[in-house]
């Protein structure tokens, strides 16, 4: 299974960007995860098999949405109103097993991930 992310990019703080995930076979929940410089990778948010559920980091709530094109096999994340704190390295990641919603949050949970596309949000 192969997932290749893009879209990254430098941007001022208020703008937006799209991130794109493409999933080659597997089709199961998706997640978006980012990394900062010397911290943990942390969950962003999340989107169910079909697209029906979806889930967010309190700390993206409200500025981004999660959504999927099954017949694309791609899997979106748009960013608005960006803050120098989102500033980091954005995996796209999935899973073999089905989980709920709670457990989609952890990074151990995922078995493929993509390679990660750099945010960079300056003030």
């Known amino acids: 299974v192969q997932l290749q992310a893009s879209g990254g990019g430098l941007v001022q703080a208020g703008d937006s960007l799209r991130l794109s995930c493409t999933v080659f076979?597997?089709?199961?929940?998706m997640g978006w995860f980012r990394q900062a410089p010397g911290k943990e990778r942390e969950f962003v948010a999340v989107i169910s098999r079909q697209g029906g559920v979806t889930s967010y980091s309190d700390s993206v709530k409200g500025r981004f949405t999660i959504s999927r094109d099954n017949a694309k096999n791609t899997v979106y994340l748009q960013m608005n109103s960006l803050r120098p704190e989102d500033t980091a390295v954005y995996y796209c990641a999935t899973t073999r097993a089905v989980y709920v919603v709670s457990a989609l949050k952890l990074p151990q949970n995922y078995d493929y991930w993509g390679q990660g596309t750099q945010v960079t949000v300056s003030s």
């Open positions: 076979a597997l089709n199961r929940a």
